[in-house]
């Protein structure tokens, strides 16, 4: 028992993250449980009304300890309080208040799964009281027997899940009395009860228990088993239905765990729920650590574009702005590059990105809009942007193809590869024009094709400079011990691997190198790459713990290139976002 005069001691451990004393994947009898039940003045949690705390300890069956105290709630306990549990004001004059309970409670339950009949009731009570005198709740995993008697009993077997009806069906030693120690014991019995029945669904670790409590669907109970046997290890997994076809393909630095997800009640998308329902299987593809899962994922949605994948399925839908040949070049959106072709920008996802880029050059150099094929002999009428004073009319050869060059073509392929000062410079000049004349919608406008233009080249020449290496080996400090290796060629992942701990790295790199694909070299900056698998690539070698171990060439971009301009961009992509916020609101 907990007496008034009792000493606190400073308590040691209150921050640790949540869970982290249980480990999910304990099984149920090697497991702590500490059982506890309140009694209250009524009311909502509001960091007192605490009568009585009863909590016992157990694991594998055994009693490991007892604690149970009335509390002091510092007000008047209302009469039919009184009535329901049989404690008097007179028996809460000498008990020590909440706050001198609270620290060998927490002492109590450190390390163990915290069980409750109607958990959030007793937990709400407890977080308060504790948010109210300065603890920090330890988050302790929760187990609620209410809900796992609503999952592993009948309507049959019980009419309902009150702690009385079921300390009834189980016989248990102590029958609760609404008195906080006799029903925490009373829910341990219930709890042991519940735990046998748990075998015949394949329930046996505490994680597993918790998430069975929860309220999944019908199909995510009957489907769990496909996350049977898969390893918990860096990887790509996918689902597959009855005639084999992918269904779904995603990546985890543990596809066991991860896979499991999607069977618990966190998983509340209906597009996945539509999706388990026609998996039939669970392929885990092994990988040797993050970087390669997430390629490997890359390459799978590119080639089989599962139907429940919404990103990276189709990489071929890329599309490209380049500068047409013949005399007057203009833009021109196109799917692929041809090995000829000097002037151009992207990849871009979308055609309407790349037509928001070329409305961007377009408000910065005098290039023709226009589709018709121009000749050096032939005059065409010119259209009403020549009148407009936005086009020099070519058409009309009021410009000659050397004057159109140096004045339109020259800036768009400098921009591209390598310095778009003059494009930037010429944009920002119509945007402060524009807000000087208070038009501010059409300076936002072209606010937004400044981003498009830089977003654009930025991410161009960071590719280009990766593709431009024909061969570059990187390595990072496993988690584990020893080293994650990559061996990346033309941009594309031609190897990966990890170097055992202890071990040198470098035959393990050799071993790689060996085995690795075979790369060509190609046009354009994602020749034998998808833009998100160079870019993912890219991630990994800028991070701050990675290495470059050896490179063919060297690793370089323009000096004034487009990387200079990324703050600008970043103001740019943030009063777009800005003012789309205010629109929506």
Known sequence: MVRQEYVQQALAGLDRAAGDGVDPALPLYATTFVVVDLETTGGAPDGGGITEIGAVKVRGGEELGVLATLVNPGVPIPPFITVLTGITQAMLIPAPPIEQVLPSFLEFVTDAVLVAHNAPYDVGFLKAACARHGYRWPNPRVLDTAALARRVLTRDEVPNRKLGTLAGYFR???????????????????????????GGHRVDTVG????????????????????????????????????????????????????????????????????????????????????????????????????????????????????????????????????????????????????????????????RQC???????????????????????????????????DRAV????????????????????????????QRYEEAAVVRSRL????????????????????????????????????????????????????????????????????????????????????????????????RLVEMSSGWSSPVAGAGRFRDLLSKAEGASSHQLSTERS
């Open 410 to 437: 020259a800036p768009f392929r400098t921009a591209t590869a390598s310095d778009p000062g003059s494009v930037v410079e010429a944009l920002l000049a119509r945007i402060e024009t524009l807000a000087a004349d």
């Open 208 to 367: 597993e228990a918790i998430e069975f409590a929860r309220a999944v669907t019908p199909t995510q109970r009957r489907k769990r088993h496909l996350a049977d046997g898969l390893p918990k290890v860096p990887g790509v997994y996918i689902f597959r239905a009855a005639d084999d076809r992918p269904l779904y393909v995603g990546t985890s630095g543990d596809i066991g765990t991860r896979v499991r997800s999607y069977f618990t009640a966190a998983e509340k998308r209906a597009r996945i729920s539509e999706m388990l329902a026609a998996a039939e299987r669970v392929e885990a593809v092994e990988c040797a650590h993050s970087l390669e899962a997430e390629v490997r994922e890359l390459r799978l949605i590119a080639a089989h574009a599962p139907p429940y994948n919404r990103r990276s399925k189709y990489p071929e839908r890329m599309v490209w702005l380049k500068l047409t040949d013949g005399p007057y070049p203009r833009l021109s959106v196109v799917r692929s590059l041809a090995p000829g072709d000097e002037a151009y920008l992207g990849p871009f996802s979308s055609r309407r990105a790349a037509e928001l880029a070329a409305a961007g050059f377009h408000d910065a150099v005098p290039l």
């Open 451 to 546: 981003a498009a233009v830089l977003r654009a080249t930025v991410r161009m020449q960071r590719l280009a400079a990766l593709a431009g290496i024909a061969e570059l080996a990187a390595a990072r400090p496993a988690a584990r011990g020893g080293w994650e290796l990559t061996l990346v060629r033309h941009g594309r992942l031609a190897g990966a691997g990890v170097s055992p701990p202890g071990v040198h790295p470098r035959p393990t790199l050799y071993a790689i190198r060996a085995t690795a694909e075979t790369v060509p070299p190609g046009h354009g900056p994602v020749p034998r790459a998808s833009a998100e698998e160079s870019e993912r690539i890219l991630s990994w070698l800028e991070r701050p713990e990675t």
């Open 371 to 405: 589709t018709h094929r121009l000749s050096l002999r032939t005059v065409t009428p010119a259209c009403a942007l020549a009148e407009l004073g936005r086009c020099p009319a070519p058409c009309e050869h009021r410009i000659t193809p050397q004057e159109y060059d």
């Open 172 to 198: 248990t030693a102590t029958q609760p009395t609404h008195r906080a120690l006799d029903d925490a014991k009373a829910t341990v019995d219930v709890l042991h009860g519940l735990i046998a029945r748990l």
